[in-house]
């Protein structure tokens, strides 16, 4: 007796499962990255660092303005206040008020107790202090302190005292007037 084999249609194969799929399909998953992606990912990385780098240098270049306008500022209020003292030492040792305080252009340190004549504006820092003294390091501020005589509207006399601040192409005024108001 012959048996008979029976043909089995294509629907009706069951497949079995390759015992070492689970690694392909696992190797795939875990696949590395393209260098496509390496490239994108190193450019975004590179654009992003350089414009950190950008916004740190622009930051470094106005701190840096910030810093000199203010040490210009307070460079005019330094000679106003010396300027200040004069007047009011003046009164101290009973003078006229405006005694020193002949109109013309002058420079004054920290310390001084009268106005004086000077070939240049130029102000040196000696490591404590800005002065005209030339033993210190030449700095780019220069600061004159005029003075002019006026009157004001009800016929009040008053000095007049304007200081004014260069440094690198920028300038800062302060100004002030002095009464005789003792």
Known sequence: ???????????????????????????????????????????????????????????LGTIRTFKQSVIAANLAQEALEVVRNIRDSNWIEEEVYDTGLSAGEYCVD?????????????????????????????TNFFRTVGISNQVDAEGIDYVQVSVTVDWDSREITAENHLYDWK
């Open 1 to 59: 007796m012959k048996k008979k084999i029976k043909k089995l249609q294509p629907e009706s194969y069951r497949v079995l499962p390759k015992p070492w799929a689970k690694e392909d399909k696992l190797k795939a998953s875990l696949g590395g990255f393209t260098l496509i992606e390496v490239v994108v990912s190193m450019f975004v990385l590179t654009m992003g660092t350089l414009a950190i780098i950008g916004v740190i240098s622009s930051s």
């Open 110 to 138: 920290y310390n001084s107790a009268s106005l004086s004549l000077c070939a240049s504006h130029r102000l040196y820092w000696d490591g404590t202090k800005y002065s005209h003294n030339t033993l210190g390091d030449a």
